[in-house]
Structures are given as C-alpha cells and as structure tokens.
C-alpha cells in the first residue's frame, strides 16, 4: 500500500538505495524542484555511511572505496554477534517510569541516523528530513523508513525468530485512526511481522555477503595496515592511556586501553560499552569509535571500526542558526553506545597476521574520533554477555 503511495521518482530513488546504496537524483523531479535545498546538490550522490553532517559528496574515484566500507559496515551489522544479541541491533528496552533520558539505541538506529542526517538539510535548523520535528514533510521518509523496515525482515529472517518476547513490549499500543475515520487501537503484536499488514518483503541475498567483496576489503586494509606498521617505527605516536575515573569531553581524539576480564567463549558475546554519553539531542552529533591490538610501536592505523554514536536533531535549536556546532549546548541527554565487536576482533586477527605479536592478550587499544558535535563520555569498558536462546517461534506471536 506504501508503494502506490509513492511518487513515481522517490520509488527510483529507494530502489537504487537498496541495490548500492546509492541514490542518482534527477534534478527536473517534482520533488527536488519544490525543495530549494535538494536542488543545489550535485546531480549524482552517493550515501556513505560515514557521513558528517556537511561532509562534501565522495568524488568518483572514491566511489568503489565508498561501497566497500558501506558493505563492510552491514556486514557487521548483520554479523553473528548482532544476530544473537537482538539488543545490540534494536536497541535496548524503554520501559515507563525510565525518565526517558537514556538512550541505547541500536545499530539499525545508525543507518537509520545516518540517511536522516545526509538527506536533510546541513544548516541549523536541519529541516525536513535532518530534524525528527519535520522529517516526515519530505516524501523520502517513507521510503526511508520502508527501507529501515526491510532491513529490520532481513534481520528477523536470518535469525528465523522474532526479537523480543517480552510481554510489555508485544502487549504495548498505539492509537490509530482506521479508514473508516474510526479510532482503533493496535498492539504491537498485531503489526510485528510484515505478513500481519499484508505484504512482505522479497529476500534477495544482501550484496554485503558477498564473501569474495569482504575478502578483498580485508585484503586492502591488511595491505594499508602493514604499510602503517612498518612506518611506525619512525612515526612512534604516544602510547594509549587508561580512560581514568572522570568523564572526558570528546573534542580531541580519546586513545585509550580496553580490558578484556572475561575469556572468550561460544556462548558469550564481546560488546564494547561506551558508557553515559552526554549531548544536546538539538544538535547534530557523530563520532566513531575504532578497535585494535596493542604492539610495542604506536601509529597513526587507528584499527577497525567498530561503529559510531550518530544524533539526529529534534527540535529547534536554540543555537546560532546557520552554524551546524552549537557552541552554547546544554549536554542534557544521556545515551550509551553497545557494539558488537566478536566479528571486529576476527577481522582484526587476520588484518594484523604477520605484524607481529601484540603486546597484551588482554587488552584493545580503543580510539574515539569526534568527528561533529559537543559531547562527553563517562567511560568504556568491554563487557562478555551471555548469549540467551529464546525457543519460542515467531508463529506464537500471531496465535496470541
Ligand atoms: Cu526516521
């Protein structure tokens, strides 16, 4: 039914979104024509994951480089690590009477995030899609969204199971006004599976699980890595430091050692925790958090990336207009970031083969890049959850 909604140009643009990730605008569409800031943008974008607010598009020749780290950013996404911990993927539960100031979103909150941010406007006050006051004026949120949804199926259909089982989770309701302008009341149990709405999703195999692309990123980043390494020894940086006791403004780049207390099992999950992140939930916020191994020389490879803490307005900002860093924030929202990273460390494993040993089994060497916004961070530690098997299939969702 949202198809046909749909104008004919935003069901082009979505499609391609989900094919490559990548959205070939046509500046003559009804749509760009009615929105001043979409058509001052180059003719040909390309979405990366790694957008800033305000970053410039990828030039051509960056083009291949840009799908690579896009894949390789869902292939972790939809890793077993993500797989068995639903937490790490949906986020973490929002119950009454929590204050509603704590935020743990999970990484499909990322790649929702991110597609807000870069098809919004870059100027204070982020309007239409770049602010969650307005984003549904812009008719590409509902193919956005569409798209979340789907992301959300093919996740569900790799597990083959349902997330949460949770009573006040499936048993919680939303008011809706029917076609018959009658208002109804509708669980989340009756909406869960797309099959309940009455459509479903093609499963197509995702491009991201493409081994032989996954193996030829890992190649060049083993291929850059080694290279850094064996520069190292005259380009010694300082050796990471303890996070310490006290929260740290994130306005430089943090370096700092990780712990690992609990040894690796099967039936445990590695997640890093960044922990009581403190921002204005007005402004534009992004950093990305990287992973290595310790060795005796330091250097400038900050690793893998393990993710990114990624704020998308909501409101009006209170700060200089037309100015994306709102200098004068009040950092009152709290947010944590979880990040599966069992598959990081394999990557790492195999990217580093060959450099040598590291210095400390036990350790990571953890590096957060501010890359736009004001925000401080409370700790980081590492953290061995249990994996916990729920037995019951999805088909009991609908019987209840
Ligand atoms: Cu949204």
Not at 262 to 285: G, R
Not at 288 to 308: I, N, Q
Not at 362 to 369: N, Q
Request: glycine share 8%; aromatic share 8%.
């Amino acid at each position: 039914m949202v198809r046909r909604m749909l104008p004919a140009s935003i069901l082009a643009r979505r499609q391609i979104l989900e094919r490559e990730l990548e959205i070939i605008n046509n500046n003559d569409s009804a749509l760009v024509r009615g929105n001043p800031y979409l058509i001052n943008r180059p003719p040909t974008w390309l979405t990366t994951y790694r957008y800033t607010l305000g970053d410039d598009n990828p030039t051509k020749d960056q083009y291949a480089d840009v799908v690579a780290h896009n894949r390789n950013r869902l292939r972790h996404i939809f890793s077993e690590d993500y797989l068995v911990q639903p937490d790490l993927f949906m986020g973490m539960p929002v119950r009454a009477g929590d204050g509603g100031v704590f935020k743990r979103s999970g990484a499909l909150e990322l790649l929702h995030n991110v597609i807000h941010n870069w098809t919004g406007e870059v100027i204070s006050p982020y309007l239409d899609m770049g602010n969650f006051r307005t984003a549904a004026r812009d008719p590409i949120f509902f193919g956005h969204h569409a798209n979340i949804d789907r992301l959300w199926d093919i996740y569900r259909n790799k597990r083959g199971k349902v997330e949460f089982r949770d009573r006040d989770w499936l048993d919680a309701s939303f008011l809706f006004y029917d076609e018959n302008r009658q208002l109804v009341k509708c669980k989340v149990r009756q909406g869960l599976l797309p099959k309940q709405l009455g459509y479903e999703y093609k499963y197509e195999d995702p491009t991201w699980e493409n081994v032989g692309d996954a193996r030829n990123f890992l190649s060049l980043r083993k291929a850059s890595v080694h290279r850094e390494r064996a520069r190292a020894a005259n380009n010694n940086l300082s050796p990471p430091t303890e996070f310490g006791s006290e929260p740290r403004a994130l306005d430089t780049t943090i370096r700092v050692l990780g712990h690992i207390t609990t040894p690796f099992s099967p039936t445990n999950t590695t997640v890093l925790i960044v922990e009581d992140i403190k921002f204005d939930h007005q402004s534009p916020i992004r950093f990305d958090v990287y992973v290595t191994k310790p060795t005796e020389s330091h250097h400038a490879d900050l690793g893998e990336l393990a993710g990114s803490f990624v704020n998308v307005p909501h409101g009006i900002a209170h700060g200089v207009a037309g100015h994306p860093r709102n200098t004068n924030a009040v950092l009152h929202k709290r947010a944590e970031l979880r990040l599966g990273i069992g598959h990081v460390l394999k990557d790492l494993e195999h990217i580093l083969e060959g450099t040598g040993p590291s210095v400390d089994d036990d350790k990571l060497v953890i590096t957060l890049v501010p890359r736009l916004g004001q925000v401080t961070v409370g700790g980081i530690r590492i953290e061995s959850i249990p994996i916990t098997y729920d037995a019951d299939d999805e088909e009991s969702i609908d019987r209840e």
